[in-house]
Antibody
């Protein structure tokens, strides 16, 4: 059973950079699939942030692309998200996930990131 | 405003059959497979349907999916109280160099 666990600061100041890491257990990220980030503002729906493969090829939401960087660390079996210049609108539960081309089949438990001074 | 359109709410009584629709366009549902997710209160979403109508192991056959043209539907038969949750559709969208899109979600209430 694949397990994903997000980690990172729960509070980020406006205009600063949000940084999250997703540790993957019981599955090697080099074995296939893609690795993604999805967020959910409080009381709202899901928004795809971006996806990366084990080689580092990444693609992201056009509306967030200019602020988002994703990376993979195969030695630690984890992947990461950085989002620059955050505002209150970026307050959300952030999920990391394992994806295939047309579905997301494993989700982390999610971590709440609040943007506030 | 979500790219995929879902009704904000749906309801039914135990034992009933309910359907949730998801409307898109030729760049997403029309040309790609649809997946559905169930999000129980306070938990992460879980995959319910993939490839338009395929159930992952462990998902009861009360849940079924279908697609026609640029729309998709999730049907739940024999409604149970534990089905009360938010449901989201998702699909790949070929526009803007490709990106994932979700519906806005449907809150299902079991009366």
């Amino acid at each position: 059973q694949v397990q994903l666990q997000e980690s990172g600061p729960g509070l980020v100041k406006p205009s600063e950079t949000l940084s999250l890491t997703c540790a993957v257990s019981d599955y090697s990220i080099t074995s296939g699939y893609y690795w993604g980030w999805i967020r959910q503002p409080p009381g709202k729906g899901l928004e795809w942030i971006g996806t990366i493969d084990h080689s580092g090829s990444a693609y992201s939401n056009p509306s967030l692309k200019s602020r988002v960087t994703m990376s993979v660390d195969t030695s630690k079996n984890q992947f990461s998200l950085k989002m620059r210049f955050v505002t209150a609108a970026d307050t959300a539960v952030y999920y990391c996930a394992r994806q295939w081309h047309d579905y997301v089949n494993y989700w982390g438990q999610g971590t709440l990131v609040t943007v506030s001074s | 405003q979500s790219v995929l359109t879902q009704p904000p709410s749906a309801s039914g009584t135990p034992g009933q059959r309910v359907t949730i629709s998801c409307s898109g366009s030729s760049s997403n549902i029309g040309g790609n497979s649809v997946s559905w997710y169930q999000q129980l209160p306070g938990t992460a979403p879980q995959l319910l349907i993939y490839g338009n109508n395929q159930r992952p192991s462990g998902v009861p056959d009360r849940f079924s999916g279908s697609k026609s043209g640029t729309s998709a539907s999730l049907a739940i038969s024999g409604l149970q109280s534990e089905d009360e949750a938010d449901y989201y559709c998702g699909a790949w969208d070929d526009s803007l160099n490709g990106h994932w899109v979700f519906g806005g979600g449907t809150k299902l209430t079991v009366l």
